[in-house]
């Protein structure tokens, strides 16, 4: 694979950026026996070009390109990483690791002193925690509603070494 680099998104990106999401999840919703009505459900509402043109719109998107081709994507909101995709078949090369960090300086130089993203997948979860990110619970018990799917919260102090370091458990040091 060549070098990735990793960009502002525009908004030419969206079909592409389209494409590589709706692949990623496919992907990762077969691992995880997701049906095939629940990828199409999930297709048709965020993962289809024009839900990626109102998210672009919305949030600070980036971005990862080997050469011309868009091999991942991260969003941004606030302190809540509200995407992270890669390609299936650029995965284990260290293109989502590039994507979270670049997140992260987003949310930091905004002063935000936590990072948020939520884990659609169990298969994600470890990514993250390698990633010095603490997994804290579960949407359903956290918000108290079981709309949607159920993933898990993962939290991150901003600046909290990454996977050389241990840090990132961001709940009350009482």
């Not at 990514?127 to 509603?145: H, N, P, Q, S």
Request: charged residues 25%.
């Amino acid at each position: 694979m060549p070098d990735i680099k990793i960009r502002a998104m525009t908004e030419s990106d969206c079909a592409a950026v389209s494409a590589v999401v709706c692949e990623s999840f496919r992907y990762a919703a077969e691992r995880e026996g997701v049906d095939e009505q629940g990828i199409r459900g999930y297709v048709a509402e965020r993962g289809c070009e024009a839900a990626i043109r109102r998210q672009f719109r919305e949030y600070d998107c980036f971005v990862a390109c080997a050469g011309r081709q868009i091999v991942g994507m991260v969003g941004v909101q606030g302190n809540e990483v509200t995407k992270l995709y890669v390609d299936p078949h650029c995965q284990q090369q260290g293109v989502g690791a590039m994507l979270l960090a670049a997140a992260e300086r987003v949310i930091a130089s905004a002063g935000h002193d936590q990072m948020v993203a939520w884990a659609a997948f169990d298969s994600a979860i470890g990514f993250y925690e390698v990633m010095g990110m603490c997994a804290v619970g579960r949407k359903w018990d956290i918000l108290g509603t079981k709309r949607g799917g159920n993933p898990m919260l993962m939290t991150k102090k901003t600046g909290a070494p990454g996977p050389s370091g241990v840090r990132g458990d961001t709940r009350d040091e009482t």
